[in-house]
């Protein structure tokens, strides 16, 4: 399965995914990684990891619209099977949500549907007051972090958390959940059904992985 990952920032979950799928690996492979900032950490990393990363800045398009029309048609042409928002600050457009529909994931730091919307998930569950909170991975669809949920992991928050301290035990999760889907997709193994994720047990397992 050929995964294009989209990012906009430090890139951990990038690295994540370039551990658990190095070159070479039967099943999976980290084609291509594309951001909207040319700056960021996560397109140092994939160059270093010898990955094709190129940028492309919503300054050099007329729309967003555009911009991600261009996107999509480089991850056409790199055959991606699969987006991975790992980290990625824009909301998609159709030219990119149509040509990718049902084939776009992505990592938010929160149980959703809890904290959906924002990208400061996990100051408003330290200041919401929750005990729990966690990640997840979900299918992408227009409607901002409500498409179907394929996996959860939860984490305790504590009364000495700040938002820093509940984001790196968060973090702690994304690393292992977000490797830990991509290889069920690869595997075959998830079914979207409506509204719900089936993660079909055993079957259609890479004999490598
Ligand atoms: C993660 O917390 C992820 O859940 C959110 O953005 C952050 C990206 O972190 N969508 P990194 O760039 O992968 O380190």
């Given at each position: 399965?050929?995964?294009?990952?989209?990012?906009?920032?430090?890139?951990?979950?990038?690295?994540?995914?370039?551990?658990?799928?190095?070159?070479?690996?039967?099943?999976?492979?980290?084609?291509?990684?594309?951001?909207?900032?040319?700056?960021?950490?996560?397109?140092?990393?994939?160059?270093?990891?010898?990955?094709?990363?190129?940028?492309?800045?919503?300054?050099?398009?007329?729309?967003?619209?555009?911009?991600?029309?261009?996107?999509?048609?480089?991850?056409?042409?790199?055959?991606?099977?699969?987006?991975?928002?790992?980290?990625?600050?824009?909301?998609?457009?159709?030219?990119?949500?149509?040509?990718?529909?049902?084939?776009?994931?992505?990592?938010?730091?929160?149980?959703?549907?809890?904290?959906?919307?924002?990208?400061?998930?996990?100051?408003?569950?330290?200041?919401?007051?929750?005990?729990?909170?966690?990640?997840?991975?979900?299918?992408?669809?227009?409607e901002?972090?409500?498409?179907?949920?394929?996996?959860q992991?939860?984490?305790?928050?504590?009364?000495?958390?700040?938002?820093d301290?509940?984001?790196?035990?968060?973090?702690?999760?994304?690393?292992?959940?977000?490797?830990?889907?991509?290889?069920?997709i690869?595997?075959?193994?998830?079914r979207?059904?409506?509204?719900?994720?089936?993660?079909?047990?055993?079957?259609?397992?890479?004999?490598?992985?």
């Amino acid at each position: 399965m050929r995964v294009g990952v989209l990012a906009s920032g430090r890139g951990s979950n990038l690295q994540a995914l370039l551990r658990a799928f190095p070159e070479g690996h039967p099943c999976v492979s980290i084609t291509c990684v594309m951001s909207n900032r040319p700056e960021c950490l996560a397109l140092t990393h994939a160059r270093s990891a010898g990955v094709v990363a190129p940028a492309f800045p919503r300054s050099a398009y007329g729309s967003r619209v555009e911009q991600q029309r261009a996107m999509a048609a480089a991850l056409v042409a790199a055959h991606v099977d699969l987006v991975v928002l790992a980290g990625y600050d824009q909301v998609l457009t159709s030219s990119l949500l149509q040509p990718f529909a049902g084939r776009i994931i992505n990592i938010h730091p929160s149980l959703l549907p809890a904290f959906a919307g924002t990208l400061h998930a996990q100051a408003e569950a330290v200041a919401y007051g929750v005990k729990l909170s966690g990640c997840t991975v979900h299918y992408v669809i227009e409607e901002i972090d409500q498409g179907p949920i394929i996996a959860q992991a939860a984490v305790p928050v504590y009364d000495s958390d700040t938002e820093d301290s509940l984001a790196q035990r968060i973090l702690e999760q994304e690393h292992q959940l977000l490797p830990a889907v991509v290889k069920w997709i690869a595997e075959g193994r998830v079914r979207i059904e409506g509204r719900r994720v089936v993660i079909l047990g055993g079957s259609g397992q890479c004999e490598h992985c």
